[in-house]
């Protein structure tokens, strides 16, 4: 492909990509996708009819949810209770609920209040990462005091037990230790069951194919898969981006372009990117996951639509049946968390599902007897570990390169939401880049 014609090219066909291109839709812009499908750490599949997820799902915030209405894609509303499994006991309740009914005292209890203040505070300080037409540096200067400590550093004078029940519940929620996440990240995180908060209570029904194929619906004709961008380079006039296509290398040419891509493939494909650009594209770490479904006989699970866990690999067991809206319960969805897949991530499959297999059975006895295969999926890099220190590089990060805007969930609160408003937020970018020219 050889064109001096087009408006936009995009540059990544993740849920960040895909925003954008839909909001530039009226332009002559174009999707180009290393991988043979889009949706890039989002995937969705099915067995006998049920479908399950296998990567990001986390959504939807006031902006995916109003998206995912105009692109017609059904949403789901998950109950207010989830479960947890705490010290060889399963547990049916809200985050809040569970904490406030454990005996922790009435010093514990006065922790726990103070944790909930401080979420429901930095929910609200965070509100223009989650809003696509807000500038990404308005916040307050409290926010930067808070990023620039550890959540373990700003609960350390809490009581053990507190802190260590917000551990269990911030690797289910983040992948990641307290020790290594912001304190701004943390307090949002949890905070996001709260009305208001980043996470909301929808998901898509159907699972999250239905909105790529929205996607693809709304962008017919515009998205390239198998197209692996190599080099992007501008002029004062346009960007090059040379892409190779299986044995084939081409040249698109257009008036602008937005990356979507993670930031290590930033670093490696962007040519002339200014240094203090780099050096925070260096400074932002990427955790891994891994994802288990697990296929059933028989159903072993009615009613939540979550179960947070404290085993030693498993962190968090989903329910696709509610997630997903299908009536069905024959997939259990289970994920481990970065440093806990660290223990079974070279292992082989049938191993790695086995490993699973026996510790969920602390949960559901006898689910062994009822599992008939599983689907294991690794991601790495999985999603961006906002350790302390995140915020000060956004302004660096989410600012266009002359012709180039940057979208990804690595600019707003990790999750869908956060890629999408991202994306819709470089779509903007790029109209004014365009205007000028």
Known sequence: MSSDQLDVAVIGGGVAGLAAAWALRDRDVVVLESAERIGGRVRSDQWEGQPYHLGAQFLA???SAGLLDTLGVQRVKLPKKGGFFLAGRRRTATATSLMRGLRVGAGGLADIAAVERESARVSGMISSL??????????APSAADLDARSFSEAIADRRPAV????????????????????????YAMLGSENQGGIGGANRARGGMQEVLTAFERALAGRIQTSAHAEAIKQTNERVEITIRNRDRTDTVIAKACVVAVPTPEVRQIVTGLEARRLRALKQVRY??????????????????????????VVSTLLNPAVLTGSGRSRVLSSYASDDSARQVWDLPDDTVADRFVTEIEQVFPGLRKVVCGAHVRRWDPGYPAWEPGHLALLPHLAAPAGRIAFCGDYLSIPSIDGAIVTGLRAATQIKTIISRV
Not at 130 to 139: C, N, Q, S, Y
Not at 163 to 186: F, I, N
Not at 287 to 312: H, K, Q, Y
């Open 163 to 186: 802190q260590s029940l917000y551990g269990v519940l911030l690797r289910s929620l983040t992948g990641k230790e307290p020790e290594t996440l912001s304190a701004l990240y943390a």
């Open 61 to 63: 915030g006031a902006t």
């Open 287 to 312: 955790g891994r996951f891994l994802s288990v479904a697990l296929f059933l006989r028989a159903p072993v699970w009615r009613g939540e639509w979550a179960i947070t866990c404290d085993l030693p």
């Open 130 to 139: 989650v809003d696509p037409t807000a500038p990404t540096g308005l916040l």
